[in-house]
T-cell receptor, first 110, second 112 residues
């Protein structure tokens, strides 16, 4: 079967660093995406990894290890507005399908 | 403004009454997709389209139909809605299948 696992909830303090992990088992792999979704809103794109390694984009970084079926999203200098759900999604190879994890709800405390 | 629009944003209907949720994008994107989002289950892909007249099933296509007659529009059709189709629906588009998806604002559907 196809499965993406993420922690359900995480809590961190303003100004801190938090790492959100994602592990996946899918029928093929052709890229991993991270999206941010604030409550009541649509998801918005954060990052994309298709090769192993780290992609950095301002306060956000995403890492991928294809051999381990593992990714993480690193958020630095946390701000209150970073309180949201973070969705990990894999595009499977051979098709044009996307599989999403159930999301990690991050609470940033003052 | 580049965007994906969906209509209606909210809909309450009854079992068996056919309905269509429209989706339109103004970014000339080739790839479009429909998702439903349910608590504890995350986003699940219903149907997607690679281009005009090219559509395929996602993970949860049962009870839904789509069409892609024009590049900008990708309507979702529920021929005979049932209560288990009560959900939050998102349309999304991307330039290609490996590019990031832009999501519409969502349609909250309740089937009584």
């Amino acid at each position: 079967g196809q499965n993406i696992d993420q922690p359900t909830e995480m809590t961190a303090t303003e100004g801190a660093i938090v790492q959100i992990n994602c592990t996946y088992q899918t029928s093929g792999f052709n890229g991993l995406f991270w999206y941010q979704q604030h409550a009541g809103e649509a998801p918005t794109f954060l990052s994309y990894n298709v090769l192993d390694g780290l992609e950095e984009k301002g306060r956000f970084s995403s890492f991928l290890s294809r051999s381990k079926g593992y990714s993480y999203l690193l958020l630095k200098e946390l701000q209150m507005k970073d309180s949201a759900s973070y969705l990990c999604a894999v595009r499977t190879s051979g098709t044009y399908k996307y599989i999403f994890g159930t999301g990690t709800r991050l609470k940033v405390l003052a | 403004e580049a965007q994906v629009t969906q209509n209606p944003r909210y809909l309450i209907t009854v079992t068996g009454k056919k309905l269509t949720v429209t989706c339109s994008q103004n970014m000339n994107h080739e790839y479009m997709s429909w998702y439903r989002q349910d608590p504890g289950l995350g986003l699940r892909q219903i149907y997607y389209s690679m281009n005009v007249e090219v559509t395929d099933k996602g993970d949860v296509p049962e009870g839904y139909k789509v069409s892609r007659k024009e590049k900008r529009n990708f309507p979702l059709i529920l021929e005979s809605p049932s209560p288990n189709q009560t959900s939050l629906y998102f349309c999304a588009s991307s330039l290609g299948e490996t590019n990031e998806q832009f999501f519409g604002p969502g349609t909250r559907l309740t089937v009584l």
